[in-house]
């Protein structure tokens, strides 16, 4: 019992130094190490994020911010070069660069037996 009483009274110091710290703040360590990048990541220009395309009279437009930009319009310092319904191609510096509209969706034609035979894969219609 005494051992114990001798064993809290040597930690009660230690405890009284990590008192006053926020549970919810990050360690020390760990906010200069996550401070560094957001500095970075805040000097560098912020690409355009194209959520929105739409096609009227066979020509695509991507819609940003209420309004309608075509290719060959500049888009947030970036110059349109293509659009289409998968993706938007912009040339900034020199450079082309591809902005998929649904990242990891790729559309693909159907394999060559089924439109051969016209034939649906889980289809619930019975055929005639």
Do not use: H
Request: hydrophobic residues 40%; contains cysteine.
């Amino acid at each position: 019992m005494r051992t114990l009483a001798l064993l809290c009274w040597a930690t009660l110091p230690a405890l009284a130094q990590d008192a006053p710290r926020d549970p919810t703040a990050l360690p020390p360590a760990l906010r200069g190490a996550l401070a560094a990048p957001a500095a970075d990541a805040a000097s560098a220009p912020a690409a355009p994020a194209i959520r929105q395309v739409v096609f009227s009279n066979g020509r695509g437009y991507v819609v940003q911010r209420g309004r309608r930009y075509g290719v060959g319009e500049r888009l947030d310092g970036a110059r349109i070069e293509r659009i289409t319904e998968q993706a938007v191609w912009l040339r900034e510096a020199g450079q082309v660069r591809r902005e998929p509209l649904y990242g990891g969706v790729e559309k693909r034609p159907p394999p060559a037996e089924a439109r051969r035979t016209g034939a649906k894969k889980n289809s619930q219609e019975k055929q005639p």
